[in-house]
T-cell receptor, first 115, second 115 residues
Framework: ETGVTQTPRHLVMGMTNKKSLKCEQH?????MYWYKQSAKKPLELMFV???????ENNSVPSRFSPECPNSSHLFLHLHTLQPEDSALYLC??????????????FGEGSRLTVL | AQSVTQLGSHVSVSEGALVLLRCNYS??????LFWYVQYPNQGLQLLLK??????LVKGINGFEAEFKKSETSFHLTKPSAHMSDAAEYFC?????????????FGKGTHLIIQP
């Protein structure tokens, strides 16, 4: 496999459930990101990991918990979510967070619906 | 602070017609500018980028964009639209030396191609 792979592609969960989103990149990159994409809103950067260390948390509610066990894998653990958290969650990677190409490589996203 | 404004949430053109998607930015320092495309049910993919070299930038699939400092614009064009160009297009700006985590995205423009 090549590129950035996200699983599951679709997830429906109740507000009391606990689930996780998984992202894997096969590009040899050192930085990984979680973005939230909601209708009619700009992409929202949620978390940044550089060389497995979290470098940024843009005031994301604690019901979202990231985990980066190594430079190739990134998880987003979800618990007690709200209906307004329903969105497309995109994972991305780059050479490193300061790479001056500014190019991000995105996965296809995980479509989350919270009932 | 940096920001991006994309004029028109939806743009409709006929197949074979000129495509023009508008992007204006604000930045306190010379910016790096990007256009990303998102095809249905996929993640974002880099179309082209401006990094302070030539002001006319050519990208993939026949798209190009021109950086105009006096107008703070970075409009995306393609001479002849193809049905396969139907997608969501995002303009993005970065001030942090082009670092990937410093990207600010616009809300996107949905390009519709009429047969």
């Amino acid at each position: 496999e090549t590129g950035v792979t996200q699983t599951p592609r679709h997830l429906v969960m109740g507000m009391t459930n606990k689930k996780s989103l998984k992202c894997e990149q096969h590009l040899g990159h050192n930085a990984m990101y979680w973005y939230k994409q909601s209708a009619k809103k700009p992409l929202e950067l949620m978390f940044v990991y550089n060389f497995k260390e979290q470098t940024e948390n843009n005031s994301v509610p604690s019901r979202f918990s990231p985990e980066c066990p190594n430079s190739s894998h990134l998880f987003l653990h979800l618990h007690t979510l709200q209906p307004e958290d329903s969105a497309l969650y995109l994972c991305a990677s780059s050479q490193d967070r300061h790479a001056n190409t500014g190019e991000l490589f995105f996965g296809e996203g995980s479509r989350l619906t919270v009932l | 602070a940096q920001s991006v404004t994309q004029l028109g949430s939806h743009v409709s053109v006929s197949e074979g017609a000129l495509v023009l998607l508008r992007c204006n930015y604000s930045s306190s320092v010379p910016p790096y500018l990007f256009w990303y495309v998102q095809y249905p049910n996929q993640g974002l993919q880099l179309l082209l980028k401006y990094t302070s070299a030539a002001t006319l930038v050519k990208g993939i699939n026949g798209f190009e964009a021109e950086f105009k400092k006096s107008e703070t614009s970075f409009h995306l064009t393609k001479p002849s639209a193809h049905m396969s160009d139907a997608a969501e297009y995002f303009c993005a700006v970065s001030e942090s030396g082009g670092g990937a985590d410093g990207l600010t995205f616009g809300k996107g423009t949905h390009l519709i191609i009429q047969p």
